[in-house]
């Protein structure tokens, strides 16, 4: 027994016992020596008159149950940060008031099954506690660093949204003029027509009057021609109307803005869109080929894929520019499928073809082949951050020299 | 050391050790009753022997909710050992602040002290009817607002099979309810199932 208690004294943690009466009877060096409190001071005496400093009616709720129930109780410096307040460890470095404690509450047990007393064991978890503090500022900085890389990246992407659209502004306002060109000229024609068919009213009104209505009708400008062309008139206007809004309103898609939280939504409507406010883009040198398949609607970011799809159809007329020389011109395949957990989007292109050289650095950031002024390198970049980061997809691709390259993204369902 | 999927030897069996497991945790309901002045019901334990595939499934059949929940973990060993789960619904155990008997204790605090409370009392109880002598660990928290799914990585369970008790805790007039999960894996089921066998020869 005398080896025991001379154990209990070696050990580099606190460890008391006390009674149902809350009677000391218990008190090894490390109490002693920490509280200032030898153990002929205290054993015998109440654990609260010794030490009024201690946080009392938690003590005593902890030991209570632990007499009660007959099992553990525990606390921990996270919640607690101190019961006795020893000094703490570190009289040079310093940081912390007082030690840091974990305690341990166990029971003991008489011969009759009840419990005699409570043996408390209280470890210095300071240095822990230090460490749990140096962490949790490490955290909160890495957490700050993420929210403002996460900033920049947005800012980023907005960045190469507008520099998207910018790119199409003028190649839209093109798309958009050859209707209007030819729905003024139809207005045209018709106002005329409008006006010579009034002029005319107004000569069989008057032949009428007169009773020459036979002669007015020799007089009378060509009907026949008014008749067949006004019509068509009307009909290329509204052709043009309609192309008009076509693009407006695939403009309008095509823009919405970014929204936090993806929302489910139609690829295929979304390509379709791209399409068509790319147009300008890719008309002079490929055809576009859709084989566009049954698709679920995906949870998405759908603006961001748009800039996706609109890079790729880009990048791929950018490429067959390069091998088709006018009027001969390319094919950009898009096509969609899915299985039972993703959807997937192929753009490909018979174009140049990806230099070997230059495979592995093309999702670089400001990575470009491209002259001056034809692109910032952030595309591809941006693309794979938005289907890989944004949307736990792939962004793969395959390539031949002379051959083309094809571009598939793989999206969660 | 992992052995094939373990299944309860037969009815006998099975009610012995829900009679065991009754008692045990109806011992227990009397101590915190007094330990909190107030009266605990307790539902009738129910048992099941479950497989890391089906874990999840099997948690949330036994609490009736596959909604966020806070949960709380703790380990206790002897000849035995085992963990158990102690899950609340959002909110925890904050209906029973004013039942521990002392100022200032915040809600993680309080949490980990009624985890431990219903964990000792519960699993001590069990313990008691086979007489083992347990030792715990302190609580931790395991997850709070998360789903059960997201408690357990069912892939990396370091077990083949493990039983599963289930007893679950009302205060009277209280929106509190707390689901005790006590899981035994492999070689502890059989120490269990050994005593049970012992318990039943010596009829």
Same mark, same amino acid.
């Given at each position: 027994?005398?080896?025991?208690?001379?154990?209990?004294?070696?050990?580099?943690?606190?460890?008391?016992?006390?009674?149902?009466?809350?009677?000391?009877?218990?008190?090894?060096?490390?109490?002693?020596?920490?509280?200032?409190?030898?153990?002929?001071?205290?054993?015998?005496?109440?654990?609260?008159?010794?030490?009024?400093?201690?946080?009392?009616?938690?003590?005593?709720?902890?030991?209570?149950?632990?007499?009660?129930?007959?099992?553990?109780?525990?606390?921990?410096?996270?919640?607690?940060?101190?019961?006795?307040?020893?000094?703490?460890?570190?009289?040079?470095?310093?940081?912390?008031?007082?030690?840091?404690?974990?305690?341990?509450?166990?029971?003991?047990?008489?011969?009759?099954?009840?419990?005699?007393?409570?043996?408390?064991?209280?470890?210095?978890?300071?240095?822990?506690?230090?460490?749990?503090?140096?962490?949790?500022?490490?955290?909160?900085?890495?957490?700050?660093?993420? #929210?403002?890389?996460?900033?920049?990246?947005?800012?980023?992407?907005?960045?190469?949204?507008?520099?998207?659209?910018?790119?199409?502004?003028?190649?839209?306002?093109?798309? $958009?003029?050859?209707?209007?060109?030819?729905?003024?000229?139809?207005?045209?024609?018709?106002?005329?027509?409008?006006?010579?068919?009034?002029?005319?009213?107004?000569?069989?009104?008057?032949?009428?009057?007169?009773?020459?209505?036979?002669?007015?009708?020799?007089?009378?400008?060509?009907?026949?021609?008014?008749?067949?062309?006004?019509?068509?008139?009307?009909?290329?206007?509204?052709?043009?109307?309609?192309?008009?809004?076509?693009?407006?309103?695939?403009?309008? +898609?095509?823009?919405?803005?970014?929204? #936090?939280? =993806?929302?489910?939504?139609?690829?295929?409507?979304?390509?379709?869109?791209?399409?068509?406010?790319?147009?300008? +883009?890719?008309?002079?040198?490929?055809?576009?080929?859709?084989?566009?398949?049954?698709?679920?609607?995906?949870?998405?970011?759908?603006?961001?894929?748009?800039?996706?799809?609109?890079?790729?159809?880009?990048?791929?007329?950018?490429?067959?520019?390069?091998?088709?020389?006018?009027?001969?011109?390319?094919?950009?395949?898009?096509?969609?499928?899915?299985?039972?957990?993703?959807?997937?989007?192929?753009?490909?292109?018979?174009?140049?073809? $990806?230099?070997?050289?230059?495979?592995?650095?093309?999702?670089?950031?400001?990575?470009?082949? =491209?002259?001056?002024?034809?692109?910032?390198?952030?595309?591809?970049?941006?693309?794979?951050?938005?289907?890989?980061?944004?949307?736990?997809?792939?962004?793969?691709?395959?390539?031949?020299?002379?051959?083309?390259?094809?571009?598939?993204?793989?999206?969660?369902? | 050391?992992?052995?094939? *999927?373990?299944?309860?030897?037969?009815?006998?069996?099975?009610?012995?050790?829900?009679?065991? *497991?009754?008692?045990?945790?109806?011992?227990?309901?009397?101590?915190?009753?007094?330990?909190?002045?107030?009266?605990?019901? &307790?539902?009738?334990?129910?048992?099941?022997? *479950?497989?890391?595939?089906?874990?999840?499934?099997?948690?949330?059949?036994?609490?009736?909710?596959?909604?966020?929940?806070?949960?709380?973990?703790?380990?206790?060993?002897?000849?035995?050992?085992?963990?158990?789960?102690?899950?609340?619904?959002?909110?925890?155990?904050?209906?029973?602040?004013?039942?521990?008997?002392?100022?200032?204790?915040?809600?993680?605090?309080?949490?980990?002290?009624?985890?431990?409370?219903?964990?000792?009392?519960?699993?001590?109880?069990?313990?008691?009817?086979?007489?083992?002598?347990?030792?715990?660990?302190?609580?931790?928290? &395991?997850?709070?607002?998360?789903?059960?799914?997201?408690?357990?990585?069912?892939?990396? &369970?370091?077990?083949?099979?493990?039983?599963?008790?289930? *007893?679950?805790?009302?205060?009277?007039?209280?929106?509190?309810?707390?689901?005790?999960?006590?899981?035994?894996?492999?070689?502890?089921?059989?120490?269990?199932?050994?005593?049970?066998?012992?318990?039943?020869?010596?009829?």
């Amino acid at each position: 027994m005398q080896s025991g208690i001379a154990t209990l004294d070696r050990l580099n943690a606190g460890v008391f016992s006390v009674d149902a009466d809350m009677r000391i009877i218990h008190w090894n060096l490390f109490m002693a020596t920490n509280s200032g409190r030898s153990a002929d001071e205290v054993l015998g005496r109440d654990l609260f008159e010794c030490f009024p400093e201690l946080p009392a009616q938690w003590l005593r709720w902890k030991l209570r149950s632990v007499f009660l129930l007959g099992t553990f109780a525990f606390s921990s410096w996270k919640q607690r940060p101190y019961v006795f307040k020893f000094p703490h460890n570190r009289p040079l470095t310093g940081g912390i008031d007082f030690m840091h404690q974990d305690v341990a509450f166990l029971p003991v047990f008489a011969d009759d099954g009840t419990v005699a007393s409570v043996c408390a064991m209280l470890t210095d978890a300071t240095d822990a506690a230090l460490s749990h503090r140096a962490l949790d500022q490490a955290n909160l900085q890495l957490a700050r660093e993420m #929210a403002e890389r996460q900033r920049v990246e947005n800012d980023l992407r907005m960045a190469h949204k507008l520099e998207a659209v910018g790119q199409l502004a003028s190649g839209i306002a093109h798309e $958009i003029n050859t209707p209007i060109q030819y729905i003024a000229d139809s207005v045209a024609f018709i106002g005329e027509a409008f006006a010579e068919m009034r002029s005319m009213i107004q000569t069989y009104r008057q032949a009428l009057y007169d009773g020459t209505s036979e002669a007015a009708f020799d007089h009378s400008p060509d009907l026949a021609y008014l008749e067949q062309n006004v019509p068509a008139a009307v009909e290329r206007a509204l052709m043009g109307l309609e192309r008009v809004a076509a693009l407006v309103k695939a403009m309008k +898609e095509f823009g919405q803005p970014s929204h #936090a939280e =993806k929302a489910h939504a139609d690829l295929n409507r979304a390509i379709t869109t791209t399409v068509t406010v790319a147009r300008s +883009e890719y008309k002079d040198v490929a055809e576009v080929v859709l084989d566009l398949g049954d698709l679920p609607e995906v949870p998405c970011h759908i603006a961001e894929l748009n800039q996706v799809f609109l890079h790729l159809i880009i990048n791929a007329a950018h490429a067959i520019a390069e091998r088709h020389v006018a009027p001969a011109k390319g094919t950009i395949q898009i096509q969609t499928w899915c299985d039972s957990t993703s959807v997937f989007v192929l753009v490909s292109d018979d174009g140049t073809g $990806i230099p070997e050289a230059i495979r592995n650095r093309i999702f670089d950031p400001f990575f470009t082949t =491209k002259p001056i002024g034809r692109g910032t390198g952030q595309g591809l970049s941006i693309a794979r951050s938005i289907i890989v980061d944004r949307h736990g997809g792939t962004l793969t691709f395959e390539t031949a020299i002379g051959r083309g390259s094809s571009f598939v993204i793989q999206l969660p369902r | 050391m992992r052995g094939p *999927v373990i299944v309860l030897g037969g009815s006998q069996q099975r009610d012995a050790l829900s009679e065991l *497991v009754n008692i045990g945790m109806g011992q227990a309901g009397d101590s915190l009753a007094r330990l909190f002045d107030t009266f605990i019901q &307790l539902s009738i334990p129910r048992i099941e022997i *479950v497989q890391p595939r089906d874990v999840t499934q099997a948690i949330a059949a036994l609490i009736e909710n596959t909604g966020p929940i806070v949960a709380v973990r703790q380990a206790f060993s002897s000849r035995i050992r085992g963990e158990a789960l102690a899950l609340y619904a959002a909110g925890g155990c904050d209906a029973l602040a004013d039942l521990v008997k002392y100022p200032d204790v915040n809600s993680d605090e309080l949490l980990l002290e009624i985890s431990n409370v219903l964990v000792g009392a519960c699993v001590g109880g069990l313990a008691a009817q086979f007489s083992l002598e347990l030792s715990f660990s302190p609580p931790s928290i &395991l997850g709070e607002h998360a789903s059960i799914d997201a408690l357990l990585d069912t892939a990396c &369970l370091p077990w083949k099979s493990a039983l599963v008790a289930e *007893v679950n805790f009302r205060v009277e007039d209280r929106a509190f309810r707390c689901h005790l999960l006590t899981f035994w894996p492999d070689d502890s089921i059989r120490v269990l199932l050994g005593a049970v066998d012992a318990f039943l020869a010596g009829l």
